[in-house]
Each structure stands twice: as structure tokens, then as C-alpha cells.
């Protein structure tokens, strides 16, 4: 196998397999098959023990296309090691089960599924969590000296695009012992790489841009291989594994991650500079733009802005509501990272259930539309926006 450190993440996605199909195909296969067959059962017992590496059982992750992906979804974040689920919440869910059990903290607007989990269903098992806003980071030490364990955020978060200090953040984790976990699903591998700024762990929802076609659930963890040891059989008995044709889907997707994200960063500038200039449009809340709050700070850890941006209308939620109606090309959808352009707005769906004073205490208004851009020509997008608006 040739040595491919060093080059590029779409070089490496491409090139980089340890496993060979035994019939020449340059990528992995689908293996549709449940359980592999041995010659004998001392053969069998070496891959049951875990002496040699192999096929065994597909729930149990043991599989030559999962393990494929599993390299490529490694190489991605420059983790020692990935595990593939099948979807973000089913990674969440044996992450915070293997390495939450001590106490979680939650910084910032996590997804509403998190929050959830983290909010109400870990305390009901007796874990200690404690979800804080942004502007309550002076109490993490506090909650972290009182013996909690795992420090959780996203960085951009939904639907305000608030950027967190990845290094600052797992500085202050690891100096009182606790580890650092990153949902990355916002700004990609392509765009921001929290394990090389000092994160722990890495989860995705692969359904959004790893994904990227809007086509497929699934989930990834990434991290040092004595991190993920222990998830294994949480992942195992959850029976949360990724199928194997999903699996073979997501690996295809990958080999097309980069070109499709940095289109993506390059079309949600244009649209951001577009919007910040209309007089119907009161605010524009995108990374890349050089007044927004969190600039410098983005600047600093990511490599591209992402495809996100959330747009304020002038006037309350039901102008917003007629304009994203209106949107032709942008279809009324809440997820994102996929090639279609989606709009949603955050009152009415991903925070539809908060109360409205805490929506407020979040900067979330009615009047703000969330925009995924996607791979249509960014002047048919604008031109979309400008339409709605007008
Ligand atoms: C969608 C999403 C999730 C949950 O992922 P699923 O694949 O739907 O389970 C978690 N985090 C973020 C940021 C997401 O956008």
C-alpha cells in the first residue's frame, strides 16, 4: 500500500484503503451479507477474540464495506479511529453512554434531539447533565470541578451560527481531567477539524453533508482508538450499526466532500453578501461575513464559513413565513448539507418547542429564516431570495 500522509483529504478518501477486494474493484463492494464463514473454528475464534482483524458479523460492525467507510470517515477528521452508526443520534446516544455516565455539560443551542437526550432522557437514568447557553461559559469550570466529565458543543450552532473556541474550551475540560466532544455536522471535516485543535471526540450526523444528496441516515464517532474501544459494545448492543448499503452510499459520497463543500462555502458568501445589502433583510448571521460577531474567531479555526446562514426579515415571523413560502428553488425543509437548497424557519420547526422567552434569551426570532445552501448556481439562488423578498 502506498504511504499517503501528507497529501490531501480528498486524495487520501480516494486512494487510501488497507482492504483490497479480493476482485479488483478500486472501492469497496457492498456486502450484503449478515455473518462470514470460516474454515475453521480456531480461524473463527482469533477474529471472536480479537487476535486477527476480520469479517464476523454485521451488527457487530465486522464487515469489509463498513470497515471501509470506517477508514475513509477516520481519515476525515485525522482521527486514530471511526465507528459508523446508523445515524447522528444513534452516535450520540453510545457516546454519551460510554463517556457521559459521570456528568455532561452541554454548551450552547445543541440539536433538538440532544438536547433532548442530554435535557431530559440521560437524567432519567440517573445522569447529572447541566445545559448552558453561551454567555454562561464562566460557570464551566464550576460544573466541571463538581465532577462532570464531558464537555458537548457544536460550533457553528443552529440557527445563529455561534462560534465556540474549540482549543480555549478543551483547555479548560482537560485541565480538570474532563474530555471535549465536538459535533461537527454544521461545518464539515472540510471546513474545521476539532481534533487538531484539541477536541477529544467527533460526531457527526452523516445524513448532512458527509451524506450530502439528502438520501441517507447515518452517523459517525471519531477519536483515538482508546476512546472508542469502550463505545464498541454500546454501539453493538444497541444494534445502532450502519447498513451495509448505506454504508457503501456514504463512502461514495465521501470521495465527493470537499469539491461539493467548498462550492457550497463559495455559494453561501455570495448569498450572504446579497442578503446583507437588501433593505427588506435586517440581519445576516453567516461566519464569513467580516462584521459578524463570531469573524475573527472562525477565522481562526475553520478553513471555510460552511453552507449555512441564517437571514433576519424585516418585519415579525409572519413576513418571514410568506417569504419562505415563497421561495421557489429553497424548498421548505428542515435538515441541510444536501445538494437542494433548504429553508426553515427555526420558530416554526428545530425550535418550535421552546418557550418563546427562551427563544428569545437564544437571539432566536420569529423573523429569522435558516438557510442550507446548496449546488444550484448561486445566481438562481439569490435570484430566488430576491424574488420571495421582493
Ligand atoms: C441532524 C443532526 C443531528 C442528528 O442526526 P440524525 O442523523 O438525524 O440522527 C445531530 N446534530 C446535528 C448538528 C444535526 O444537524
Redesign the pocket.
Known amino acids: 500500500m502506498t504511504d499517503h500522509a501528507g497529501q490531501g483529504l480528498t486524495t487520501r478518501i480516494i486512494h487510501e484503503h488497507s482492504l483490497e477486494d479480493a476482485h479488483g474493484s478500486p472501492h469497496m463492494p457492498v456486502y450484503d451479507t449478515t455473518t462470514f464463514a470460516f474454515d475453521s473454528t480456531a480461524a473463527l475464534l482469533d477474529v471472536v477474540d480479537g487476535r486477527r482483524a476480520g469479517a464476523l458479523y454485521t451488527r457487530y460492525g465486522l464487515n469489509p464495506t463498513i470497515f471501509a467507510l470506517e477508514e475513509s470517515l477516520a481519515v476525515l477528521e485525522q482521527a486514530e479511529h471511526a465507528w459508523a452508526f446508523c445515524?447522528?443520534?444513534?452516535a450520540?446516544t453510545a457516546l454519551f453512554l460510554t463517556h457521559g455516565r459521570q456528568g455532561v455539560v452541554c454548551i450552547g443551542d445543541?440539536?433538538g434531539?440532544?438536547l433532548e437526550l442530554v435535557g431530559s432522557q440521560l437524567p432519567e437514568l440517573g445522569i447529572r447533565t447541566h445545559l448552558i447557553r453561551g454567555d454562561e461559559l464562566d460557570g464551566l469550570d464550576g460544573l466541571l470541578a463538581g465532577g462532570a466529565r464531558l464537555v458537548f458543543l457544536?460550533t457553528p450552532t443552529?440557527p445563529t451560527l455561534e462560534i465556540f473556541d474549540i482549543r480555549a474550551i478543551a483547555a479548560q475540560a482537560h485541565a480538570r481531567g474532563a474530555l471535549l466532544a465536538v459535533?461537527n455536522?454544521?461545518a464539515s471535516p472540510v471546513n474545521q477539524q476539532p481534533l487538531l485543535l484539541g477536541a477529544d471526540l467527533v460526531v457527526h450526523?452523516?445524513?448532512?453533508y458527509l451524506g450530502g444528496h439528502s438520501d441517507l441516515?447515518?452517523?459517525a464517532l471519531m477519536g483515538s482508538k482508546e476512546l472508542l474501544a469502550p463505545v464498541w459494545n454500546w454501539r453493538k448492543n444497541l444494534g445502532s450499526m450502519i447498513a451495509p448499503a448505506t454504508a457503501a452510499l456514504l463512502a461514495r459520497s465521501l470521495r465527493t466532500l470537499v469539491v461539493r463543500v467548498r462550492q457550497q462555502n463559495a455559494s453561501a458568501q455570495a448569498v450572504a453578501e446579497a442578503m446583507s445589502r437588501h433593505p427588506r433583510v435586517q440581519r445576516v448571521l453567516y461566519p464569513g461575513l467580516p462584521d459578524f460577531p463570531g469573524h475573527a474567531l472562525a477565522r481562526s479555526q475553520m478553513q471555510g464559513f460552511g453552507g449555512m446562514l441564517t437571514i433576519e426579515v424585516a418585519g415579525d415571523g409572519a413576513v418571514a413565513t410568506r417569504v419562505a413560502d415563497r421561495l421557489r428553488l429553497f424548498i421548505l425543509a428542515p435538515?441541510?448539507g444536501g445538494a437542494e437548497s433548504l429553508v426553515t424557519q427555526p420558530c416554526t420547526t428545530t425550535h418550535h418547542g421552546l418557550m418563546l422567552e427562551e427563544r428569545a434569551r437564544r437571539g432566536i426570532s420569529d423573523s429569522m429564516l435558516r438557510l442550507s445552501v446548496g449546488l444550484e448556481d448561486p445566481a438562481d439562488l439569490i435570484a430566488d431570495l430576491m424574488q420571495a423578498l421582493g
Open positions: 445515524s447522528g443520534m444513534a450520540e445543541a440539536y434531539g440532544t457544536e443552529n459535533d455536522t454544521f450526523s452523516a445524513t448532512k441516515t447515518a452517523g435538515s441541510l
